[in-house]
């Protein structure tokens, strides 16, 4: 119900009355405006509302009946009120409004605040704002339409945006600069890079025209195919079939087989079919580098016109069990590259043949075991396609016995031409990166034969494997109640659940699982190595599928002699009730001990706080000195903020600032750590700081706005830094000394 003293007091002639009603009529249902608001407004505008000491808004001065703190702030937040923390609570002109508006068409206000609310959220629930922010936007009143309050949001938005506007402008000047930075260097990179690529071409045309002068590029073969930077012949490795690959330089093929089964060794046979060597495996496949070895030093050899030994079947292979006619078995000790021991070596083909050694029943070195060639880790990497690296591609040795390239999506694909080609080098390598990650991630799921029949004997049930996981993490317990967990869920609090009887004692028979003793009445669980090496196994196991969980509980086998002793049927271990006293005991002793460290460390603190230090005296008096300006003054008091506050609270880091009602009424209301920990400033450290932060005026903003993380001039709200304030103030007493030192020194001249 309306005051009548504010009723009384609205006097408005003919036309006004007609106004308002008529503007009322119109914005009225679309503010949610109820009768409690209209009636807070009245006690308003007749002055009956007044702030206490303690900051609660009472009808009439003193002991009156006390208004609702949420209609208070909803009022200030539309603009209609102004509410400090003591005082009379002021009505602004647009508060006037409102009220000559609810006055005029009393009908129209909602009967609770409930249905205001509803109402305003109606209102801001339009087709561009969601539910939620509409009911978030609904918590606070909208200012008066074409109101000062309006305008003042209106005009505080548009600085914000000029502001913005100048921001983003010099930002794209910056921006600009920099991209023609970036560009003009760019541009002398390619420059460099081309000029160095130039030299190198030349330098390699000039080689090559010395090597065709010399007669050794051209010959019967035609053109010799150079590749990057090395000189060496181009020779193609594809696997034709099972047990057959190819060899293919400048047209001529050459065969890599085994001849007589899988148990001989990888032969490599010229386009004449003559045997010129056995070429390294991996995998029980041949190794791509020494057959290009092989085939490179043949090539040559044949090139300049000189006999390459052949193998000889005594030399190269011992002729098996069954056997067909035509290969003869090894008879001599002769040995390691396809020839007899008095005819010299061709050069460069002792190092293609190097781990290639007579096989034979008499030898006590077989062919190479598959995996023992080369040990070493295969790699995916970065390959240019071209001489000046303007093209790129990735390739990985882990898909065959060759190198194969990789498409866009990291597939190994057997013709480079269906490769992805990058244009950058650092893109084919992070590609190559990529690739190798995946094959990491592929090894991590990788489990052994063994590792997988112990997973398969464990047989773990969904319920063992969970408990498992759960007493390994600690959250197992056992009382006269029975066996409960705790703490299990990933997104709520404080949540248990029991589990079976039988359970967690099945799992201590099997070896899985230790007791520990911690108070008298409760148990705690681990894991033993065996119940660790478990849940690992099997958590691996269920991750690559490579088994799958019963419906019931595997009973394993017991190891524990003696049966387990149930807390609910009251049977312990012997000497289990003096370690659990003995933990128990031990515990509460230190948490007495730490206690009382705890209160010592208090009242140090607050003797240490009630004495102000040697640096908040020296601020004081430099405060109290004639002849100081604004500015110093505002420093010296954030200084002095600084130090109180610290020693109040030590560790705190900042302090925050709100405006109080009046003109420069400032002070400070809350502390903060490192931490973003909030306290509220103590009583004495307020009564200590209320002096000097009236220094902290609007005048000398700019100097003590500069100490300040964030300032809020809208809602005056302002977070000072204290280590900037204590240094600042530092700095402004050793001036202030200085000028001292110096007017002295003028005067006794």
């Given amino acids: ?85 003591r005082g009379p609570v002021t009505i602004t002109p647009d508060g006037v409004t409102a009220h000559r508006w609810c006055s005029a068409a009393p009908d129209l206000l909602h009967v609770d605040h409930r249905a205001a609310y509803w109402a305003r959220v109606r209102a801001h629930h339009t087709g561009r704002t969601s539910k939620q922010s509409a009911r978030d936007r609904a918590r606070r009143l909208v200012p008066l339409p074409y109101g000062e309050e309006g305008k003042r949001r209106r005009a505080a938005q548009m600085r914000q945006i000029e502001q913005w506007a100048k921001e983003m402008q010099a930002t794209r000047e910056r921006l600009a600069a920099e991209q023609a930075k970036e560009d003009a260097q760019a541009e002398q990179d390619r420059a460099a890079a081309w000029a160095r690529i130039q030299q190198e071409a030349e330098e390699r ?123 003869s078995a090894a008879t001599d000790g002769t040995s390691g590259v396809g020839q007899p021991a008095k005819e010299p070596e061709p050069k460069g083909f002792k190092d293609a043949a190097r781990a290639v050694t007579a096989v034979g029943p008499s030898s006590p070195v077989g062919p190479p075991a598959v995996g023992k060639a080369y040990s070493s880790a295969a790699r995916a990497r970065a390959v240019a396609l071209d001489l000046v690296g303007s093209r790129w591609v990735a390739e990985c040795d882990r898909h065959g016995p060759v190198p194969m390239g990789l498409s866009k999506l990291g597939d190994a694909v057997a013709d480079i031409a269906a490769a992805y080609v990058y244009d950058i080098e650092q893109d084919a390598a992070d590609a190559a990166r990529a690739h190798l990650d995946a094959h990491a991630r592929e090894d991590a799921d990788v489990m052994a034969p063994e590792d997988i029949d112990a997973a398969q004997a464990l047989n773990l049930s969904r319920h063992q ?15 006269s109640d029975g066996f409960s967990v705790y703490d299990i869920s990933p997104d709520r609090a404080d949540v248990s659940k029991r589990i079976r009887k039988t359970l967690v004692p099945r799992l201590w028979a099997a070896g899985f699982v230790k007791v520990f003793a911690i108070a008298p009445g409760v148990r705690e669980f681990g894991l033993t190595d065996k119940g660790a090496r478990a849940l690992r196994l099997w958590s691996t196991a269920l991750r690559v599928s490579a088994v799958s969980e019963p419906e019931k509980d595997t009973r ?42 705890r209160a010592a460390e208090e009242i140090a603190a607050a003797e240490r706080a009630a004495i102000p230090t040697v640096d908040e005296l020296t601020l004081l008096e430099a405060l109290n000195a004639d002849g100081l300006d604004a500015g110093a003054a505002a420093v010296l008091s954030a200084a002095y903020i600084g130090h109180v506050v610290i020693r109040h609270r030590p ?99």
């Fill in 556 to 597: 394993h086998a017991a190891v524990k002699s003696s049966r387990y002793r149930w807390l609910s049927a009251g049977e312990t271990w012997t000497g289990e009730q003096e370690k659990a006293q003995a933990a128990a005991d031990a515990d509460q002793a230190a948490n007495k001990q730490a206690a009382a460290l």
């Fill in 1 to 85: 119900m309306l005051a009548a003293p504010a009723a009384a007091e609205v006097e408005n002639n003919g036309a006004d009355r007609w106004l308002d009603v008529s503007n009322a009529r119109t914005e009225l249902p679309r503010m949610g405006w109820c009768t409690g608001l209209a009636d807070v407004l009245a006690a308003t505008y007749s002055g009956d509302l007044h702030a206490d000491t303690s900051g609660i808004v009472r009808r009439r001065e003193g002991q009156g009946r006390r208004v609702r703190a949420n209609v208070v702030e909803l009022l200030a937040s539309g603009g209609y009120i102004r509410a400090g923390r």
């Fill in 205 to 327: 045309q000039a080689v090559e025209d010395d090597r065709r002068d010399e007669g050794l590029v051209m010959s019967e073969h035609g053109p010799q195919e150079i590749v990057t930077g090395t000189g060496l012949r181009r020779v193609t490795v594809t696997r034709v079939g099972s047990g057959l690959w190819n060899a293919v330089v400048r047209g001529a093929v050459y065969e890599v087989s085994k001849e007589g089964g899988e148990a001989w060794p990888w032969l490599v046979i010229a386009p004449n079919d003559t045997r010129i060597g056995v070429c390294s495996v991996i995998n029980d496949a041949p190794y791509a580098a020494s057959v290009r070895d092989i085939v490179r030093t043949h090539a040559d050899t044949s090139e300049r016109r000189e006999k390459f030994p052949e193998w000889p079947h005594a030399c190269a292979v011992a002729e098996p069990e069954g056997t067909g006619p035509g290969r």
């Fill in 465 to 479: 494997w969970r408990t498992l996981g759960w007493i390994r993490d600690g959250k197992v317990r056992e009382t």
């Fill in 651 to 749: 560790g705190a880091t900042s302090a925050r600032l709100d405006e109080g009602p009046g003109r420069g009424d400032r002070r400070v209301t809350r502390t903060y750590n490192v931490n973003e920990v909030e306290k509220p400033i103590t009583s004495a450290a307020d009564e200590a700081v209320g002096a000097v932060v009236a220094n902290l005026t609007d005048a000398a903003a700019e100097k003590w706005h500069a100490l300040c993380t964030w300032v809020d001039t809208r809602r005056g709200v302002h977070r000072l830094d204290l280590a900037a304030a204590i240094d600042a103030g530092a700095t402004v007493l050793v001036t202030l000394a200085e000028q001292e030192t110096a007017e002295a020194a003028g005067a006794a001249e």
